[in-house]
């Protein structure tokens, strides 16, 4: 393997199929080789398509494809050092493991020998080697995966693409073979650009997350960034894990600045550099679902700097490590705390209660 040159730029990116509307429309976007990338979005955004433009199977309207640092527009995927993994993994049926991952190396034209010493190389990587006589029939769902990962990286590509790898597995499965795919990407040293429509797939997985809608990147950056600062109501309700709501400026101090809502005031919100605003303007707002946190209505107001608003619980569902309580705080908007499991049953909500939700004005956070 030949690790190296595996970054990738994609600048002023677009693709129409009508001529008329952009299914990718100006994405522009820097990969550094042996990142692990995961577009993420949901179905017809257009995550397919980029993935089909860097490969080479799908020629772009408008904008370039740099691959290591070669404008690869009009190459061949061949030439281009791009292999794609497939949802369904396309394995030939009437071949054992070791002739799949072996074929692209036969129409080559490479020598048995040679095939041979290369692929038994790759079955010990991806842990297949006891496996090497056996038909894709008789492999599990996983198993499957690695042969077709293998096939498509005995090509030495110094780019994989992966279209929704994941996706014809099970829920358990999933969670297995996402690391899986996170060591083989590792161990191959080369850069993985896999889509999906998964958040927690991406953000379990990624170096870079790249949050698209209708063709347009609308936030990339490192999973945490994209998970704990969402930059707008798309990818913070995509990302999921928020409460959302808006609300009109009332106050602006040295730190914080104080929201109201059309059923709650008083709601303190710290400062943010990147967020200017002014009395009046209307805001969306984010506070995490789990920096919420909840008291008897009897106990007192939380310390200074903090909100605090009344709500009844609607629903309490157990979760394992926390328990999900939603409320009606931010009426007309979801609004929900996770509770850890341990700090919950101290003192159980019932369905009913009125509780206050507070946080801290610094755990609140303006969206674009
Ligand atoms: N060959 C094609 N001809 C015409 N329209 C196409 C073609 N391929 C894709 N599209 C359209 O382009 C848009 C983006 O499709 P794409 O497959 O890239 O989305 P996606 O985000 O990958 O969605 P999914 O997760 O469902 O595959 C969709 O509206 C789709 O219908």
Known sequence: MRPGHGDIELAGLCKSYDGITNVVDGVNLKIPDRAYCCFLGPSGCGKTTILRMIAGHEDPTAGEIVIGGENVLGLAPVERRTAMMFQSYALFPHLTVRDNIAFALRVRGQSRLERYKAVDLMMEKVRLTELADRLPANLSGGQQQRVALARAAITEPRVLLLDE??????????VQMRQELRRMQRELGITFVHVTHTQLEAIALADIVVVMEKGKIKQSGPARDVYAYPRDRYVAEFLGGQNIFSGKVEQVGSDHLVISQPHRTGIHVGVQADRRVGIG?????????????????????????ATALPGRVLAIEYQGSFVKVMLDTIPDEEFIAYVPERTFFQDPFNVGDVLLATWSAGRARILA
């Open 281 to 305: 303007d209307r805001i969306d707002l984010a506070v995490r679902r789990d920096d919420i946190e909840l008291m008897r209505a009897t106990s007192g107001e939380p310390g200074g700097g």
């Open 165 to 174: 790898p994941l996706s014809a597995l099970d829920e358990q499965l999933r």
